[in-house]
C-alpha cells in the first residue's frame, strides 16, 4: 500500500518555472514505476511523464518534451516534476500515481495540486 501527497502546484505566469513534488508513504517505493498526470477543467485525465523505478528510463507526452523533467529520489521517498517555460494549456489538476509493474494501469494516486499559469 502506498499513500501519495502532491505538493508545489501554485499560480505562475507563463514563461516561469514550477517544481512539483510528490511525496509517497508506505514501504518498498523503489518497488514502483511512477507517472505525472493532469486533467484540465473539462476534459479528460491526460498522460505527462513517466519514471521507472531506479530513474534511468523516463518518458514524456509530446506536449511537455524538452519542457518538464520527471525525476525521483528512492531515498526520500519522493518523486518530482521540474516544469519550465510554462504555457497556459499546461494549466491543470496534476496528479502522482504509482505502480508495481512497468506498464498497464496505476494501482495508487494522489489527490492532486493545482497548476494554474497565467498569459
Known amino acids: 500500500q502506498v499513500q501519495l501527497v502532491e505538493s508545489g502546484g501554485g499560480l505562475v505566469q507563463a514563461g516561469g518555472s514550477l517544481r512539483l513534488s510528490c511525496a509517497a508513504s508506505g514501504h518498498s517505493f523503489s518497488s514502483y514505476t511512477m507517472g505525472w498526470f493532469r486533467q484540465a477543467s473539462g476534459k479528460e485525465r491526460e498522460f505527462v511523464a513517466f519514471i521507472s523505478w531506479s530513474g534511468t528510463s523516463t518518458l514524456y507526452a509530446d506536449s511537455v518534451k524538452g519542457r518538464f523533467t520527471i525525476s525521483r529520489d528512492n531515498a526520500k521517498n519522493t518523486v518530482y516534476l521540474e516544469m519550465n517555460s510554462l504555457k497556459p494549456e499546461d494549466t491543470a489538476l496534476y496528479y502522482c500515481?504509482?505502480?508495481?509493474?512497468?506498464?498497464?494501469?496505476?494501482?495508487?494516486w494522489g489527490q492532486g495540486t493545482q497548476v494554474t499559469v497565467s498569459s
Open positions: 500515481a504509482a505502480r508495481l509493474s512497468s506498464h498497464g494501469p496505476y494501482d495508487y
